[in-house]
């Protein structure tokens, strides 16, 4: 629907988790099945890929793929940078939990570390009346946080205008800083003064928010 030009990248592991498993004495022994392992999974990985991008390349869509060898959130960072993509979309494994402990630490460092906007989704996910789960971190002082907020509620709507039917949820998360010293510091405010400083933070943050929604519409 946006015209997109799409990747599709699969990453393999140098170095599998099920070589660790042998003897030192085995191990300079399986040098090269090792690297015959790796050609054998970049081989399949590349013909399953090259399938897909078939597939899509026959309803209109720009497709390519890319097998790349290595730790996946870094490969999937340094390719960002190299080609300036404007969105990761990534998948999580399929686990019983919808909470962000269910996702891999390679995922969660993916999202940190990514200088794109990430979509990370779930396997199944409801294409009748999907629910939509927008971050944004508002700052009228720091532009390429806010150019980034700009970025993810671009994406959000466009996604949304994919859907017959969607749900948007906008969320900002923060802290009040300070708040700790503030209750037992040394010198302390009243509880009922840090409570109207936490809600005058609230609101403003909810307008910031508000503002970003609106010129975004």
Not at 84 to 90: F, P, Q, R
Request: charged content about 30%; overall charge positive; glycine content about 2%.
């Amino acid at each position: 629907n946006n015209n997109a030009r799409i990747t599709l990248i699969d990453v393999i592991d140098e170095t599998p988790p099920e070589f660790s498993l042998l003897s030192s004495s085995s191990k300079s022994t399986t040098v090269k099945a090792q690297k015959d392992f790796q050609n054998i999974q970049v081989s399949d990985s590349q013909t399953t890929l090259k399938n897909i991008v078939e597939k899509l390349k026959k309803t209109g869509i720009q497709a390519s793929c890319k097998v790349l060898k290595g730790k996946e959130f870094i490969e999937i960072i340094r390719r960002t940078l190299r080609h300036k993509y404007d969105l990761v979309i990534k998948n999580v494994v399929d686990s019983k939990r919808s909470s962000l402990l269910s996702m891999k630490n390679e995922d969660i460092q993916l999202m940190r570390n990514c200088p794109c906007p990430v979509l990370i989704m779930k396997p199944k996910v409801r294409d009748d009346y999907p629910l939509l789960l927008a971050a944004l971190d508002p700052d009228p002082l720091n532009p390429e946080r806010n150019d980034l907020n700009h970025l993810i509620l671009k994406h959000t709507l466009s996604l949304e205008r994919s859907f017959k039917k969607c749900e948007i949820h906008i969320v900002n998360a923060w802290n009040f800083h300070g708040e700790f010293g503030l209750k037992h510091g040394r010198k302390f405010l009243p509880n009922s003064e840090i409570r109207s400083m936490g809600y005058r933070e609230k609101r403003r943050r909810k307008e910031l928010a508000n503002s970003s929604v609106k010129c975004n519409s």
